[in-house]
């Protein structure tokens, strides 16, 4: 039997650090002077830091100089990161550890395959730092989702090749992304969204473990 690897994005996968993006977008648009609303906010689904800043600029149609741009990036981030500073394992979603137990067990490799660049941190919080075998983050990436750059650098650091590997997503970038490294896409949440993904689940809970042992076959 080949050998297979899991591949699992952060945000909205493993523990939902979605609302404290919004949180901090928000309270940067407040003080520019509009409102962003939980709409608007879905634009921003597996999107750079960058882009999300041009997209909420868009929105309120405030103008600014390179300098007020990458200030604004980087408060953002400062009040996102004072967010997760909070963190801790009620934060995980249900049944991730289940399912990551279970891999675990069958000695199969993980990794993360995230667009965040505080992933690690997050982990550790969290306390699940110790189930990843690779970690791939928006520090060792250059290209956003739908490129499959990050999952294609988490196969090849697992060792496994791309067609074995099972990708676990709940952005339609990041589904496009793993299709695009010709991997097994696992959509994680509202199926009417991702429906370009192999296989659908609203959460974990929905996961069997025949289901997981199907993937290992």
């Known amino acids: 039997m080949e050998k297979k690897g899991f591949i699992f994005d952060l945000d909205g996968v493993i523990v939902d650090t979605a609302k404290y993006h919004y949180l901090a977008w928000k309270k940067l648009a407040n003080e520019l002077g509009f409102d962003f609303t939980l709409e608007q906010n879905e634009l921003f689904k597996g ?3 960058k882009r999300c800043l041009e ?3 868009e929105i309120g149609k405030v103008n600014a100089s390179r300098e007020q741009f990458d200030r604004w990036m980087v408060e953002k981030n400062k009040d996102y990161l004072d967010y997760i500073e909070k963190m801790d394992a009620s934060e995980i979603l249900p049944d991730v550890p289940r399912v990551l137990e279970f891999l675990k067990n069958k000695k199969v490799p993980i990794a993360l395959g995230s667009a965040s660049k505080n992933a690690r941190p997050i982990l550790e919080k969290v306390g699940l730092l110790p189930f990843f075998d690779v970690i791939v983050d928006g520090n ?3 290209k956003a989702k739908p490129d ?3 999952f294609l650098i988490a196969a090849s650091n697992l060792q496994v090749v791309p067609q074995n590997c099972v990708v676990f ?4 970038a990041g589904i496009k992304a793993a299709n695009n490294a010709i ?3 696992i959509g994680i949440g509202d199926s009417n969204t991702l429906t370009e993904a192999n296989y659908n689940f609203n959460d974990f809970t ?3 473990d025949d289901f997981l042992n199907s993937l290992l076959q």
Do not use: C, F, Q
Request: hydrophobic content about 45%.
């Open 47 to 49: 999107v750079s830091r």
């Open 55 to 57: 997209i909420l600029l």
């Open 140 to 142: 060792n990436v250059t």
């Open 148 to 150: 499959p750059e990050v």
């Open 169 to 172: 997503e709940d952005a339609v």
């Open 183 to 185: 991997m097994t896409s």
């Open 206 to 208: 929905e996961m069997t």
